[in-house]
C-alpha cells in the first residue's frame, strides 16, 4: 500500500515538472515573440488612479498623462498649493478629470482619512501610483536620526499606509493596478545614497511580496508594477555623476511618465527606464562580484553629496 501511494506521490511530481517544462518553452517563446511584435495595451478609460506627490516632476507628468487616456485622476500632496495648480492646468484641459486632495502619506491615520474622502467623493481607486519620494544625497555619516527616519517614512512606509486603505477595495472587485516607484537605486547600491537605496530596495521587496501574497490568494485581476527609472531630471538629483551622458542622459520626467504609463497598459511586473538597464543588471549579476564591480565603476554613474 505505501509503495503504490509513493509511486502515486512520484507520478504526480513527473506530471507537474512536465507541466512546468511545457510552460516555460511556451514562455520563452512568448518572451521572444513580444520582442518582435508591440506588446497589447489595455485601455484606461474607466480608470480611477491615485497618484501620490503630484505637486512636481514624475508625479505631475503622471496625472496628466493618464488624463490625457481618459481615466479620473486623484492628486495627492503635502503640498497644496503646487497640487493644486496640477488639478487646475489638467482640468484645463479635460474638464473633471482631476481632483486634489492634501496628505501627508507618512501617516496612517491621514490616509485612512484621505481613503475615506476618495471613495465617497470620486470612487474605489482602481489604479494606485505610489510615486512620493525624497532623496538626501550625502555620505551616511552625514545623515542624522530624523532625516533617516523621514526618508523609510516617506519611500517605505507611505507604501504600506496606502495598500492598507486602497487594497482592500480593489482585492473586493478583483480588479485593480498597483504601481511601485522605486529606482536603480532599489537594485544597484551607491555611494551617498546609503539610505535612499535602502528604502528602494524595500520597495521592490514590498512590491515582489505582495504581488505573491495576491497571487497565491486567487486574485487574478491585480496586476504590480515595479519602476526602475535611472537618474531624472525632477531637482532630487542636484549633483549626478555622469561619464557618458550621451549614453546615459538625465532622464526627463515627461518620457519617464510616459514610460511608466506604457508599462502599466502593457501589465508588466517590471520595468526600468531606459528599459536595458534592468537587463543589464540581471545579465551581470550572472558574473564574477569583481567584474559587476569593475564595470560599474566604468560607467561611472552616480551621484555627489550636496547639502539639503
Known amino acids: 500500500m505505501q509503495n503504490q501511494m509513493d509511486k502515486m506521490k512520484w507520478s504526480s511530481i513527473v506530471a507537474e515538472l512536465l507541466l512546468l517544462l511545457i510552460k516555460s518553452i511556451y514562455y520563452f517563446g512568448e518572451s521572444i515573440y513580444y520582442l518582435i511584435v508591440p506588446m497589447p495595451e489595455k485601455s484606461l478609460a474607466d480608470d480611477i488612479v491615485l497618484i501620490t506627490g503630484t505637486g512636481h516632476g514624475i508625479g505631475k507628468c503622471l496625472a496628466m498623462q493618464f488624463a490625457n487616456e481618459s481615466a479620473k485622476v486623484v492628486c495627492v500632496d503635502i503640498n497644496e498649493q503646487s497640487n493644486a495648480e496640477t488639478v487646475k492646468e489638467i482640468n484645463s484641459k479635460w474638464k473633471g478629470k482631476a481632483f486634489a486632495y492634501t496628505c501627508d502619506v507618512s501617516t496612517l491615520e491621514k490616509v485612512r482619512e484621505l481613503g475615506e474622502k476618495v471613495k465617497s467623493e470620486v470612487g474605489t481607486v482602481t ?21 533617516i527616519r523621514k526618508i523609510f517614512d516617506i519611500n517605505v512606509f507611505a507604501h504600506f499606509w496606502m495598500l492598507d486603505t486602497f487594497l482592500p477595495g480593489m482585492k473586493a472587485m478583483n480588479k485593480g493596478h498597483l504601481v511601485f516607484l522605486s529606482s536603480m537605486a532599489g537594485i544597484i547600491g551607491l555611494k551617498n545614497l546609503v539610505p535612499y537605496c535602502a528604502s528602494k530596495f524595500a520597495v521592490r521587496g514590498l512590491a515582489e511580496a505582495i504581488m505573491d501574497e495576491c497571487r497565491d490568494d486567487g486574485f487574478t485581476n491585480l496586476y504590480f508594477t515595479s ?5 531624472v531630471d525632477t531637482g532630487l538629483c542636484k549633483k549626478p555623476i555622469i561619464r557618458f551622458p550621451s549614453l546615459l542622459p538625465l532622464v526627463t520626467p515627461e518620457s519617464t511618465a510616459k514610460e511608466i504609463i506604457s508599462a502599466v497598459k502593457k501589465n508588466l511586473v517590471q520595468h526600468s527606464i531606459p528599459s536595458p538597464l534592468l537587463v543589464i543588471n540581471n545579465i551581470f549579476r550572472c558574473y564574477p562580484l569583481k567584474i559587476s564591480l569593475d564595470f560599474k565603476d566604468f560607467l561611472g554613474g552616480g551621484v555627489d553629496a550636496h547639502d539639503d
Do not use: Q, R, S
Open 127 to 147: 489604479i494606485l501610483v505610489n510615486n512620493a519620494g525624497i532623496m538626501p544625497c550625502k555620505p551616511l555619516e552625514a545623515h542624522d536620526e530624523p532625516t
Open 227 to 231: 519602476i526602475f527609472p535611472y537618474m
